[in-house]
């Protein structure tokens, strides 16, 4: 049988290729990505990651069982806590306050990916909510390991190599999934299309989050 993490896989194979082409991660394999560009990234996700959470704790609110509520909920929790005190190791290696973060706006690309996922978590089915959220793990375990597998010795970035590519990260990556599989399985072929809708959107998101930190995107006219 297919699941739906075949399908999403299958449909997405050339665009993941790509992500792990792009030269932000290239170059945060080679240790060589600047400080500037991982700082902007930094700043930006840290705004991505307030948002997300929003999205995973209305997946949690709306899960059909209790065992992908608490998947959920402590995925919530887990982009507040974990990723922050990722982020505030950098922040700190840097020399920004982690108040400061705050003070920036989201890029054209962050504020479109957020308002994407919250989008889909007010307005849409909860098996299309779990499809849009699936990426953000799925894709950071392949890019995670992808670059663990050939980094350099002292890479500045080691911190970050090391979140996306530790078997406890795994762990959740495999029950999200699953919770996705199951999902798709209890569903409609006609929802299961719009479920990869929601998972392509979102892979695309991802793609254009780290081509946007590379470039340090800006709104191209002020108001
Ligand atoms: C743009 C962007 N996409 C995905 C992640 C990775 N991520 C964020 S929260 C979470 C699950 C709970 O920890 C994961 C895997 C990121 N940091 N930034």
């Known amino acids: 049988m ?18 792990l082409e792009l030269p932000f991660n290239r170059e945060l394999a080679a240790g060589r ?23 995973l704790a209305i997946a949690s609110a709306k899960a059909p069982d209790t065992r992908a509520m608490e998947q959920f909920a402590r995925s919530a929790q887990g982009a507040l806590i974990v990723e922050r005190a990722l982020h505030e190791g950098f922040f700190e ?11 920036f706006a989201p890029s054209p690309t962050c504020y479109g990916y957020t308002n994407f996922l919250l989008t889909v978590a007010h307005q849409a089915s909860y098996e299309e909510l779990v499809a849009a959220v699936l990426p953000c793990f799925w894709i950071y375990w ?11 010795p002292d890479n500045p970035y080691r911190a970050w190599i090391d979140t996306y ?11 999200v999934i699953a919770i996705a599989n199951e999902a798709a399985e209890r569903s409609t072929e006609a929802r299961r299309v719009a ?20 470039r340090e995107e800006k709104w191209p006219v002020s108001a």
């Open 142 to 152: 392949d890019v995670g390991n992808h670059i663990a597998a050939d980094t350099v």
């Open 2 to 19: 297919t699941t739906f993490s075949d399908r999403a896989r299958q449909d997405t194979t050339a665009l993941r290729d790509r992500i």
């Open 165 to 175: 590519s530790d078997p406890s990260f795994g762990q959740s990556v495999n029950a």
């Open 195 to 214: 479920m990869l809708n929601a998972f392509k959107r979102s892979a695309q998101y991802e793609w254009m989050f780290w081509d946007s930190a590379y």
């Open 93 to 103: 290696k840097f020399g920004i306050a982690p108040v400061e973060a705050a003070q």
């Open 33 to 55: 990505l600047s400080r500037q560009r991982f700082q902007f990234y930094m700043i930006q996700d840290a705004l991505y990651l307030e948002q997300y959470s929003r999205a």
